[in-house]
C-alpha cells in the first residue's frame, strides 16, 4: 500500500468559511504527484484540542504524514507548533539561531511603519522561534517559519506532521523544502505511483456518467481497481479517474466505454479546459474576438481574457445592459427590440453582428437575458438566456432556459458561451 497522507487545515476563520481554503486542494494534488494517497482533508478551528484530537484521528487511520496549514504565525491563536510538539511527544524549545533570522526580517517590515508596538512585535518573534525539539526548520518564505516534525522515540507509529504556513504563496514557496528534508522522505518511503486523466463532457446530466459506469462493469471493466470521480462544475461533467500503472488496461478499456457512449459531448480527453481550447484556436487561427452583453454584464469578457496572452485576440467588449445601450454601442435597430423583445434569438444575432463589427473583430458574441430574481413572464420565465456567436460566415444561435439564482444564470450562461465560442471556431453553425 502507499504511503498515506492527512491534511489538517486550521483557522476558526477557513472553518466557518470567511475565508475560503486555498491550501488544501494544492497540498493533495501535490501529494498525488508524489505517488502518496491522499486520504483526508480535516479542518479545524483555532482550538488546541480540536486540533490535537484531529491529529490523533489522521494516527489512528493509519497515516504515515500529516500535513497541517496555518498556525506557524506570531499571534496568539497560531498555536499548530505547540500542538503538533506535544503530539508528536517533544518539547518545546527557543531556536536563537531562528529567532535572529526572524527578526532580521522583520527588522525590514518595519522601517515601512515606524509607529508599531516593538514589544509586540519582539513578542511575536520569540513565539515564531519556539519549535519542536528535534524538527527539521523551514527556512521562513514570509515571516513565519514551517517544520517538520518526526515522532519521538517510542512513537515510532505516529505520523510525521509538516507544519507550513497559511497564506498560499508562503506554503507553496516552502513546499519544495519540505520535500528535501529526512523526516519527509522517511515517512514517505512506500510511496507508488498514480496517473490520474481527466475527462470532460458538456451537454448531458451527472445521472449519464452513473449509466455510464453500470454499463462499463457490466461489460467486464473492474472499476473496483480505480479510483473515479464525477463532479458537475459550470454545468459541465468532469470525470477524473486515478489509477497505478498496473491496472493502466483495465482504464483503457473504461476510457473506451466512455467514448462510445458520449462520442457527441466529451471535448477534452487531457484536462484542458473550454477557456484554454478557444484561446489555442482563436492563438493558431490567428482571429480575434469580442461581446456585446446584457445579462451577464461582461462576464464573457472577463472569461476570455483571465489567460495570459489574450490581449493577442481579444479586442474589447460592450456591457449593454439597456436597450438605449444595445442600439447605441452594439447598432442593434431599435425596433427589432420594440418588435421582438430585448430577451431574443434575433437581438443576441445583433449584437452578435453589432460586437464584430463595432470592434473589428474576427468573431462577435451576443447574450442577452433574464437573470432574476425578477423580471420573468410566462413566455420569458427568469433564466431565458439567448446567444449568439458569428465569425461572419457561420453563425450559432441559441435560446436556453437556464435553471438556479441570478448568479448561476450567469455563470452558467458564460460556459454555454464558451461552448458556443468553441463550436463556431471548429467550423460548426446553425
Excluded at 439567448?386 to 437556464?402: A, E, I, K, N, P
Aim: overall charge negative.
Amino acid at each position: 500500500m502507499s504511503a498515506r497522507a492527512g491534511i489538517v487545515v486550521t483557522g476558526t476563520e477557513v472553518l466557518t468559511g470567511r475565508v475560503l481554503d486555498r491550501n488544501g486542494g494544492w497540498l493533495s494534488e501535490r501529494l498525488r504527484e508524489l505517488g502518496i494517497d491522499h486520504a483526508h482533508t480535516v479542518v479545524v478551528g483555532d482550538r488546541p484540542e480540536d486540533m490535537r484530537a484531529a491529529l490523533e484521528w489522521l494516527a489512528s487511520e493509519g497515516m504515515y504524514l500529516v500535513v497541517t496549514s496555518g498556525g506557524p504565525g506570531p499571534t496568539e491563536d497560531d498555536m499548530t507548533a505547540e500542538v503538533v510538539a506535544g503530539f508528536a511527544g517533544r518539547a518545546v524549545v527557543l531556536d536563537e539561531e531562528l529567532e535572529g533570522r526572524i527578526a532580521k526580517i522583520l527588522e525590514r517590515l518595519t522601517k515601512r511603519w515606524p509607529n508599531l508596538d516593538m514589544d509586540a512585535i519582539r513578542a511575536g518573534n520569540r513565539k515564531q522561534a519556539m519549535i519542536a525539539e528535534g524538527a527539521t526548520i523551514l527556512e521562513p518564505v514570509g515571516t513565519a517559519p514551517g517544520l517538520v516534525v518526526p515522532p519521538a522515540e517510542g512513537r515510532e507509529g505516529q505520523p510525521t506532521v509538516v507544519i507550513l504556513p497559511g497564506p498560499p504563496r508562503e506554503l507553496q514557496g516552502m513546499w519544495p523544502a519540505a520535500l528535501e528534508t529526512e523526516s519527509f522522505r522517511a515517512a514517505t518511503g512506500g510511496r507508488t505511483e498514480y496517473r490520474q486523466v481527466m475527462l470532460r463532457m458538456f451537454g448531458i446530466p451527472e445521472s449519464e456518467i452513473a449509466e455510464t459506469l453500470r454499463i462499463a462493469r457490466g461489460d467486464g471493466v473492474d472499476l473496483d481497481a480505480m479510483e473515479i470521480t464525477t463532479c458537475l462544475r459550470r454545468g459541465e461533467v468532469e470525470l477524473v479517474t486515478r489509477f497505478e500503472p498496473s491496472v493502466e488496461a483495465t482504464y483503457d478499456a473504461f476510457e473506451r466505454v466512455v467514448r462510445e457512449r458520449h462520442a457527441d459531448t466529451l471535448f477534452s480527453d487531457d484536462g484542458t479546459t473550454v477557456d484554454e481550447q478557444v484561446a489555442r484556436m482563436l492563438t493558431e487561427s490567428d482571429r480575434t474576438i469580442a461581446t456585446a452583453e446584457s445579462c451577464t454584464g461582461g462576464l464573457i469578457a472577463g472569461r476570455l481574457t483571465e489567460l495570459a496572452g489574450s490581449s493577442s485576440y481579444v479586442l474589447g467588449g460592450l456591457v449593454v445592459y439597456s436597450n438605449e445601450a444595445k442600439s447605441a454601442l452594439a447598432g442593434v435597430d431599435a425596433a427589432l427590440i420594440e418588435r421582438v423583445g430585448a430577451v431574443s434569438t434575433e437581438v443576441a444575432e445583433a449584437l452578435a453582428a453589432g460586437a464584430r463589427e463595432r470592434l473589428g473583430a474576427d468573431v462577435g458574441v451576443g447574450i442577452t437575458g433574464i437573470a432574476g430574481p425578477g423580471g420573468g413572464t410566462e413566455d420569458k420565465p427568469v433564466g431565458t438566456v439567448c446567444f449568439s456567436v458569428t465569425d461572419g460566415t457561420r453563425t450559432m444561435t441559441r435560446r436556453q432556459h437556464l435553471p438556479g439564482s441570478r448568479a448561476e444564470v450567469r455563470d452558467r450562461s458564460t460556459t454555454l458561451a464558451m461552448h458556443m465560442i468553441r463550436r463556431v471556431l471548429l467550423g460548426e453553425s446553425d
